[in-house]
């Protein structure tokens, strides 16, 4: 399905189109019900011998399979109006293989054994081709059979399970809050994502996965019809690896600053009331002096920041070059690892990558090359210390085992290098967002995801935000708009000089990062505490068409 | 599924609307075959080939609407999915929004499909990528790109005696080179419905040539400079203003087409006078879909012209409820250019700023659709009408309304693909005086 489509079908317009770019498996509408079935993993065994077997007798060195259903659920509504309820599914089986040293792969939506034994042969077939235009054969990391395992997402309640009467009651009372506290429109919407996922290798795994993912989002918009100006107060909900209960809010799940701030779970409800209200201030606000300030960033902000500042740089696939034509390079080329001395960040800067944090976008049993995941160091008292990798380019870093980033998003897409969830670990020293506040003579409190835009090879980066106060002499000084910080990744992890605890540590998540030719998109959390940056330049973003 | 004949899709859609009990029912059917070759380092990395079909069923009771689809087409999986639309359509709310389905159109045949690229061989395509292989092996530089090809069609039908058909085919083709010590990198892309327009050679000794003369960029201060955007850079701008004609954002308020006060600035004059802006889905050089995907015609529609806004685009809905003709958003949009070529626009420009590429386009504020985004693979300083030497990479903070104020010179119109949203559009290089540059970036 064009993205465009999916837009048409959702009902969404321009407005929201431009957050849905990347969602995964857009596949076809089944009604509610179908979606409680699963596939018996007895015939899915089945199948995936049947693209196995094929794939060797045509003289596949190595092959993996995928049989893969992709269930999306999307509520969408508008002021008062549901927009639409759409479910969508795709299912079909991938099979990847190594012939004459290079990689194939096909994918079929007929999960009929001539189907799957023919796709398995244009895979071998590809292989063969493309082969004669390699300069050296895959060199696959080891990697042993788990036999036959399985692996679920820890949920609560599952999403798919609740009733949609339930949802489109939430999201209305959503609305009806937000309009009530000023907002002029409100696109509210609960995007639902469940995976059965199952992996099969000639290695000897047989791996059944269930993952499940929700993002309950909202866009205000607050008009000044007078001057015809206009703002916008998005959500500041994080897309979560859980189920439905992470709209079952607790108190001790709130944190509470300028707004109220959420850890893990989240007051929809209460976050529209105060969206509503933050839309008709923003319009009010100061507009930002340009300059150099110290940032104060939330969680909900700086996730962003780090997803595209640490994370893509640390893909050793892109700093190989092999997304040179699309997303591009990394400046932490090989020797600054092999130094073990260049200074990404300050010493308090410490870095994990991690597949297993409960509750993560990332969060997975074994990735899609049948490699079980695991957490390890990134960046080590500011010192860059290991990247993110897959089986076939272990060896380049010395590794003789892949650390199980492998990852496709749909049955239809060949898998590659995706991002784990990067996390941002927190300060050591008992620290409160509002001790971090105290210290700042001139600076700007960022809260909530904005614009963003990083270069190629993740030097130069400008973030925008939901929120922003001014902070005059420790103390929040009222609302500012039109704020956009520019820094060097380099620097900018170098000027970070305080990090609250862990009692601050919250989860931001990308639900649909985009990498790769085609376009695939991937789902990842990441988690840090607020933090201080000192001395970055902040510009003025305010222009006139006339 | 193959592709199937104007006559097979009818029967077929027939046959599906012959099990309907609702009020209404529509149905479509895409089914596409793609095939892609990914390169890198100089050697191939991933490949594949997949085909996948969809039938969507509409059922419509009332103002309640049930969608469902299914990818087998025996009788019985075809009578099985009317019945799950119609069951969903009976648990749906009313929406107070839903139009009827349209009645029955005509379409003249679209031109977007050609035989060569349908018949395209995994030999060829490899064929292709070798000799894009060999140009930056010979020049011991690194090439990394992607080649991909589609063969499509789409069919719709509904109760009303409504009926549409299009094939297409499209390969696309973008590569980066770099220098061996990657200081130096070039980019250049292409787009063709028939495959043998496509000159993977020549297209990839344009992006070799870059790459070379791109090495060891000197930095110079960031700043207003006037800027020559190649079409590849001009389309990542341009399409946001492509995508942000709706009329119903417009009215209500939250748009860069919204006026102060309320109402949209159709028939104001935006830009300079010599932006001309259309969508033509029959254009020989750019052909698109015939009909929108509800079923509506695509015509050829003036969106900007002289300068002034001349059409916005509307759902059924919002038509309907302002009592204006329901013009669907264009599938690809053509800017008028000029006779120059790109070395004509240098060779006029006393100071100035080459740009090849355009990357990490994002929106900074909706109102003044002010945009940032770096420039890349190709940056050069122009001096008395000749490029003089490489300059490192600017992240800019530019409108592309702004901008299209700022016009100095349209060069010639060539087909070119956006590297953000893939889509292809007839463009020309653009001259623009006072374009904005904020930060200077180290990358390559």
């Known amino acids: 399905m064009k993205r465009r489509d999916f837009i048409y079908l959702t009902g969404m317009g321009a407005s929201g189109a431009a957050l849905l770019s990347g969602i995964p498996g857009m596949g076809k509408s089944i009604p509610p019900e179908k979606v409680l079935e699963t596939v018996d993993v007895a015939l899915k065994k089945q199948l995936a011998d049947v693209a196995l077997n094929a794939a060797r007798s045509k003289g596949a060195t190595y092959s993996d399979v995928r049989i893969g259903r992709y269930l ?69 990391a080891p990697q042993k059979g788990y036999g036959e395992v399985s692996w679920k997402t820890p949920i609560q309640k599952n999403a798919f399970e609740v009733p949609i009467k339930e949802k489109v009651d939430l999201l209305l009372g959503v609305n009806d809050a937000a309009m009530k506290s000023g907002a002029s429109y409100i696109t509210s919407l609960l995007f639902l994502i469940n995976e059965q996922k199952y992996f099969a290798s000639t290695d000897g795994s047989y791996i059944d996965q269930d993952v499940h993912r929700i993002w309950p989002a909202f866009f205000i918009t607050k008009i000044d019809a007078t001057t015809g100006k206009f703002e916008t107060r998005n959500t500041l909900s994080a897309p979560m690896g859980m189920g439905y209960e992470y709209l079952d809010w607790r108190p001790q799940d709130k944190i509470q600053s300028v707004t109220t701030l959420y850890k893990g779970r989240y007051d929809m409800l209460e976050d529209a009331k105060s969206g509503g ?189 939901q929120l922003f106060y001014e902070i005059k002499n420790g103390k929040i000084a009222g609302m500012l708009k039109d ?40 789902s990842v959390s990441h988690g840090a505490a607020t933090a201080r940056f000192n001395s970055v330049n902040v510009i003025n973003t305010s222009r006139n068409i006339g | 599924m193959a592709i199937l004949t104007k006559d097979e899709a009818h029967a077929l859609l027939k046959k599906v609307l012959s099990y309907s009990k609702a009020d209404e029912c529509e149905v479509n059917l895409n089914s596409n075959d793609s095939a892609n070759i990914r390169y890198a380092r100089n050697s191939v990395s991933t490949s594949g080939k997949v085909t996948q079909s969809q039938l969507v069923v509409s059922s419509a009771f009332g103002k309640k609407l049930g969608i469902a689809t299914i990818n087998e087409f025996d009788d019985a999986s075809l009578e099985k999915v009317v019945r799950r639309s119609e069951e969903l359509a009976k648990l749906a709310p009313e929406n107070p929004e839903y139009v009827p389905f349209l009645g ?9 499909y050609v035989q060569s690229t349908a018949d395209i061989t995994p030999k060829l395509r490899a064929d292709l990528v070798a000799q894009s292989l060999n140009v930056a092996k010979n020049a011991k530089a690194v090439a990394a790109g992607f080649l991909e090809d589609n063969t499509s069609f789409n069919a719709m039908m509904n109760s009303k005696g409504l009926f549409a058909y299009n094939t297409s085919t499209n390969t696309n083709f973008s590569v980066t ?115 929108s995907g509800d079923g509506r015609l695509q015509e050829k529609i003036s969106w900007i012209e002289k300068g002034v806004i001349k059409n916005l685009s509307y759902s059924r809905y919002w038509a309907e409820k302002k009592g204006v003709k329901a013009v669907p958003g264009p599938d690809a949009a053509i800017m008028e250019g000029g006779t ?105």
């Open chain 1, 72 to 140: 999306n659920q999307f509520v969408v509504t508008r002021e008062e109006k549901v927009q639409n309820i759409v479910n969508t599914e795709s299912y079909g089986l991938g099979v990847r293989v190594i012939a004459n040293g290079g990689w194939g792969f096909a994918a079929t939506d007929k999960l009929d054994k001539d189907s799957i034994a023919k796709a398995a042969e244009t895979a071998v077939a590809i292989a063969k081709e493309n082969s004669k235009l390699l300069t050296e054969p895959v060199q696959l």
């Open chain 1, 277 to 465: 209200v933050q839309a008709g201030e923003k319009l009010k606000a100061k507009s930002v002096e340009p300059g150099k300030y110290d940032l104060i960033l939330d969680p909900s902000h700086l996730w962003l920041t780090i997803h595209e500042s640490v994370g893509h740089p640390t893909e050793l696939d892109r700093v190989l070059g092999y997304e040179a034509n699309f997303a591009g390079t990394s400046f932490l080329t090989l020797d600054k690892w092999q130094s073990k001395k260049f200074n990404f960040g300050s010493k308090i800067v410490n870095f994990v990558a991690d597949k297993t944090q409960v509750g993560s976008l990332g969060a997975v049993g074994y990735d899609d090359e049948g490699v079980q995941c695991g957490k390890w160091d990134l960046i080590k008292d500011g010192i860059l210390v290991n990247y993110q990798t897959i089986r076939d380019q272990a060896h380049i870093i010395g590794l003789n085992a892949s650390q199980g980033c492998c990852y496709a998003d749909n049955w239809s897409s060949v898998q590659f290098q995706r991002m784990p969830n990067v996390s941002l670990q927190p300060g050591k020293q008992k620290k409160s967002i509002d001790d971090l506040i105290k210290g700042v003579e001139k600076g700007i409190y960022i809260i909530g995801d904005g614009s963003f835009s990083i270069d190629q090879q993740r030097y130069n980066f400008q973030f925008g935000g």
């Open chain 1, 483 to 522: 704020v956009a910080y520019q820094a060097n990744s380099q620097e900018f992890w170098n000027s970070c000089v305080e990090i609250a605890d862990e009692s601050d540590y919250r989860l931001g998540g990308a639900f649909g990062d985009g990498k790769g030719q085609p376009p695939q998109s991937n």
């Open chain 2, 104 to 112: 029955p159109q005509t379409y003249p045949d679209s031109m977007m």
């Open chain 2, 177 to 291: 080179v770099r220098t061996e010590d990657g200081k130096g990198s070039g980019y250049a892309t292409r787009g063709y419905n028939d495959i043998r327009k496509l000159d993977t050679k020549k297209t990839t000794e344009i992006a070799t040539e870059k790459a070379v003369k791109s090495a060891n960029a000197k930095g110079i201060e960031p700043g207003k400079y006037t800027v020559i955007l190649e079409p590849a850079a001009a389309a990542v701008l341009l399409e946001r203003i492509f995508f942000g004609l709706d009329a119903r954002e417009a009215d209500e308020g939250r748009s860069f087409l919204s006026k102060a006060g309320g109402g949209t600035r159709l028939g104001e004059k935006l830009v300079d006078e010599r932006v001309n802006i259309y969508s033509d889905p029959m254009h020989p050089d750019l052909p698109t879909s015939t009909w």
């Open chain 2, 340 to 444: 120059k070529s790109l070395e004509e626009l240098i060779a006029g420009t006393k100071k100035g700023v080459l740009v090849t590429r355009l990357w990490y386009i994002r929106d900074v504020d909706p109102q003044s659709l002010l945009l940032t985004g770096l420039t890349r693979d190709g940056t050069f300083y122009i001096e008395n009408g000749k490029i003089q030497y490489p300059i490192k990479n600017f992240r800019f903070n530019e409108s592309p309304i702004i901008m299209l104020n700022n016009l100095e010179e349209l060069g010639k119109v060539e087909r070119t693909v956006s590297v953000e949203s893939n889509q292809n559009y007839l463009l020309p290089p653009l001259k623009i005086r006072d374009f904005t540059f904020s930060s200077l970036s180290d990358a390559v």
